[in-house]
């Protein structure tokens, strides 16, 4: 953490620091971490969730019953069927439920105390997700059209030499970098400054109220917690709409795969 304040005794600003949280070995490569826990608890609690919600069907729902039709039908219908089409739509539906709910719990993880953390602020859980994705709609389009077809898609229809020379390698970035990248980055940047700004808000404002000399950082301190409290509910609303956008990209992707004219 850097210091905001002179002195060892100043107030330190949250930094990248806080969110390297080893449980057992400090290797980067092999330490058993706090977001990998919680990526494990989250899939046992949606298992588990699933299991209690769906094992005594009725016409007439119970709460949990009506919760998880609720997300499951926004997910079949609004993401997959209006997205990907109704001739293909349910074979991939399981798997973006999937992706929406267990994004969407680790991100709630951020504002549920005593939890309070984003596994999804870890750049390399959003990046193990945008592998599955990558690999998976790369392998139905070769699927779909056959290996020339997979490459012919990238090649736009209708130019002429000189453009081509120009656009194919921007297609090919597009393609193999900027897709990947950018789901990635698009998840983890929004969890990673989310999360910075309330540890910032809260931790500033306790400094302020318990720690700063005077009456004007104790005010400070409070509309410091004041902020805390209005990001917080920000926060949900961000973390809800990076899982579904998150879930609708991984749609569009697909479709395009699927698509017999790219």
Request: net charge neutral; glycine share 12%; aromatic share 14%.
């Amino acid at each position: 953490m850097s210091p905001i304040a002179a002195g060892a005794d100043g107030f330190e600003a949250p930094g990248v620091a806080d969110f390297w949280k080893p449980m057992f070995g400090t290797d980067g490569a092999f330490a058993i971490t706090w977001p990998g826990v919680l990526v494990l608890l989250s899939a046992i609690l949606i298992g588990g969730g699933l299991v209690l919600a769906t094992r005594r069907l009725a016409v007439v729902p119970s709460r949990g019953q009506f919760i998880t039709e609720s997300v499951y039908n926004l997910v079949r219908n609004s993401v997959a069927r209006d997205v990907i089409g109704s001739r293909d739509f349910l074979k991939y539906t399981p798997l973006l439920f999937s992706l929406f709910v267990l994004i969407l719990i680790n991100n709630l993880f951020g504002v549920i105390p005593p939890i309070q953390f984003p596994t999804m602020s870890r750049v390399g859980i959003p990046a193990a997700l945008t592998v599955v994705v990558y690999l998976l709609y790369h392998g139905i389009s070769i699927r779909r059209h056959g290996l020339g077809g997979w490459f012919k898609s990238m090649i736009p229809s209708g130019l002429g030499l000189g453009m081509l020379v120009i656009i194919f390698p921007l297609e090919l970035v597009t393609y193999f970098f900027t897709r990947p990248v950018t789901l990635a980055l698009r998840l983890f940047g929004n969890m990673f400054a989310g999360h910075l700004l309330l540890l910032l808000f809260i931790t500033g404002g306790e400094y302020l109220i318990f720690d700063a000399a005077g009456f004007g950082m104790k005010i400070a301190g409070g509309v410091s917690f004041v902020m805390g409290f209005v990001m917080t509910v920000f926060e949900i609303l961000v973390e809800f709409l990076q899982a579904y956008i998150f879930t609708l990209l991984a749609a569009l992707y697909i479709a395009g795969a699927l698509a017999d004219e790219h």
